[in-house]
């Protein structure tokens, strides 16, 4: 049954996702009943066992150097202007609180937060659904109304070192972000 969320204000072409902040309907499909139809104790386990392996990017990346992921970007539209406009304190507290937000999200969805980017954030997902929830959640509700996001989700191979990811395919996820509709 499809629900209210953002919808995608640019295209999806393969594993790319770009989409903007406008409302609209998105369908959630077979995703959706997944979740509604696995058993509480299967998700409380699977949830514990994914927990335990938050402690590090390797450790949640099941000890690989190596690995395809979905990798997602964010960044606050405008948000020098934002700042000037509220001044330096407040703006701090709407950006640690969205930030807060973002984090939250990113584990509910049981992605790996990689990085704080200031007014935006990289994170990675073991799949593009988990990924794509998880920007369409933050679009939705980005922590504070004057806040607009722009986002990108790109999947692909990608080397994990010092808790960071490498490679073009991280490259390509950001530039999916910088295009995506202000």
């Excluded at 509480?40 to 949830?47: D, F, K, S, Y």
């Excluded at 990289?122 to 922590?143: C, K, M, N, V």
Aim: proline share 2%; with cysteine; glycine share 8%.
């Amino acid at each position: 049954k499809p629900a209210k969320a953002p919808t995608f204000t640019g295209s999806v072409t393969g594993s790319v996702f770009n989409f903007g902040t406008q409302q609209g309907v998105v369908s959630t499909g077979d995703h959706a009943s997944i979740h509604q139809n696995a058993s509480p104790l299967l998700e409380a386990n699977a949830a514990a066992d994914l927990w335990k392996r938050r402690d590090n990017l390797k450790d949640w990346a099941h000890g690989a150097e190596t690995l395809t992921l979905a990798i997602a970007f964010t960044d606050v539209v405008d948000s020098t202007h934002l700042g000037n406009e509220l001044g330096d304190h407040t703006w701090n507290q709407i950006r640690r609180r969205h930030m807060d937000r973002c984090e939250a999200e990113v584990k509910i969805h049981a992605g790996y937060f990689i990085k704080n980017l200031g007014d935006g954030i990289l994170a990675a997902f073991h799949d593009s659904a988990s990924g794509l929830d998880t920007l369409l959640a933050l679009i939705a509700d980005t922590g504070h109304p004057q806040i607009r996001l722009r986002a990108g989700l790109h999947l692909g191979e990608v080397s994990l070192e010092n808790e960071d990811t490498f490679g073009s395919q991280v490259n390509f996820a950001a530039r999916v972000m910088a295009h995506a509709i202000r």
